[in-house]
């Protein structure tokens, strides 16, 4: 019975290595960038004065769905390819989606009462630094992610500054269209070069090694 057994376990080795092997995953990265980023886009060009702020109703389901949903599941994804950065910013920042249509939602309904401008400037300070932080990880990532985190600490800080009475939405709007368009551009690269199985455009090499 040992002999059979161990000449059954061993047989086909090469067979069974072709079984073990692991499959091939997708980049989850470019989803939660373009969701992240058109999102963003469509935000920013009502902070921007683009757009009439009535033009908030169409990004709060926009906010649930890709904003939310689809960074959220490439962050879940990023996990599971063992990536602590990607899992954490998609994560974040899909949840950031979601609390912006829920308050939206809510007030909307007369669920809840619109708070005053300092509250919210105070959410998107801690997004800022929180962003910052993230930021400060990204020297050691590429040089296109490096630019996205740049931006968009940029752009909390000045929305924060928007709603204490600075004066500077629109500058915030501003940045967060070129911040939304960075991170659309960067997942574009990022599909181009895995389907192309080559570098394409780089993406820059990290700052610090």
Known sequence: MVREFHSCFFAEPTRMSTLAAPA????????????FGLTTCVLSAINAGLLPH?????????????????QIIAGAFEFKTGNT???????????????????NWTIGAGWLKAPPAVAGGTVLLLWGIFTMLLWIVTFRLSKAV????????????????????????????????????????VAFIEVLNTTANKVVIPLGDPIIQ
Do not use: C, R
């Not at 989850?28 to 373009?34: H, S, W």
């Not at 009535?54 to 689809?70: D, Q, S, T």
């Open 24 to 35: 091939k995953l997708g980049n989850p990265g470019p989803l939660g960038l373009f969701g």
């Open 54 to 70: 009535e033009a908030v109703a169409a990004v709060v389901p926009l906010a649930f769905a890709f904003g939310g949903i689809a």
């Open 85 to 103: 950065f990607g899992m954490v910013a998609f994560t974040s920042y899909g949840l950031f989606w979601w609390w912006f249509a829920l308050l």
């Open 146 to 185: 490096f630019s996205i985190f740049l931006l968009l600490t940029i752009t909390f800080f000045l929305l924060a500054a928007g709603d204490f009475g600075m004066a500077t939405g629109k500058l915030g709007g501003w940045f967060g269209l070129l911040t939304g368009a960075d991170a659309m551009i």
